[in-house]
């Protein structure tokens, strides 16, 4: 018997990709998605799409959704008791792996590698280390689509929201931006693809602009107006 795993679904490119690479492997029995969601706004953490448009990815996918609540600004130490308790639950369904769409992000895998660990689980990343320029054009190349939901303007211009990646997406990237966003530059929302039954329909509503306050440092210590600016492109089901 395949053992059983969690897919850690984002609803976005990375994770779509790691997830038609493990099904292709057949290596798990991928027992279900989970996804984190603002518990307020009903939106997934970070991409900003209602859990709408997620519970439509799921069913296209042929998997079960488990939405993990969180509050609007977890605490750490708040999201590690939410999550603990979450994963708990998981593994007592004889859940053994836990998958991830990382590609090299080192301190984030090692962060994910020991927080299963305490709990018997293992993290499996199918992506890891693998060009991100491949990736993207591999993803597309494959036959995905996905949107842009949410920009860092740090990085990308309000523009960028929205946008279909292709191949002209990849072109208008700076050169400091990731072509798969892996530093947080960007977000989206995969729609259709080899692994999906159906595309997940929507309509491209507004851009909104958000912003979320610097965590204090040396670098910026003493800077009241210290913030983070993020564009959100709202999608609508249709």
Not at 2 to 26: M, R, V
Not at 167 to 174: A, E, R
Not at 212 to 225: A, L, Q, T, V
């Amino acid at each position: 018997m395949k053992p059983k795993a969690i897919f850690n679904w984002s609803s976005g490119k990375d994770s779509a990709l790691a997830l038609y690479t493990i099904l292709k492997e057949d290596r798990f029995e991928v027992s279900s998605l989970l996804t984190s969601i603002n518990k307020e706004f009903q939106r997934i953490s970070m991409h900003g799409v209602h859990v709408s448009l997620l519970e439509q990815q799921a069913e296209s996918l042929g998997l079960p959704l488990i939405k993990m609540e969180l509050p609007q600004e977890p605490s750490m130490e708040e999201y590690h008791q939410i999550m603990t308790k979450t994963m708990n639950e998981i593994q007592a369904r004889g859940v053994t792996h836990s998958i991830f769409g990382d590609i090299f992000l080192e301190d984030l895998r090692r962060y994910r590698e020991d927080q299963l660990q305490t709990i018997g689980m293992e993290a499996v990343f199918p992506l890891w280390k693998k060009n991100t320029t491949d990736l993207i054009h591999e993803f597309l190349d494959l036959g995905f689509k996905t949107i842009v939901t949410c920009v860092n303007e740090t990085f990308l211009d309000k523009s960028f929201a929205g946008r279909i990646i292709d191949q002209d997406f990849i072109k208008d990237l700076p050169a400091n931006v990731d072509p798969c966003g892996e530093n947080g530059e960007f977000h989206t929302f995969t729609f259709d693809g080899p692994i999906f039954k159906n595309p997940v329909q929507f309509e491209i509503g507004e851009t909104v602009r958000k912003t979320y306050p610097k965590p204090k440092s040396d670098e910026n210590k003493g800077d009241e107006e210290g913030e983070y600016i993020f564009w959100f492109c709202d999608l609508i089901p249709s």
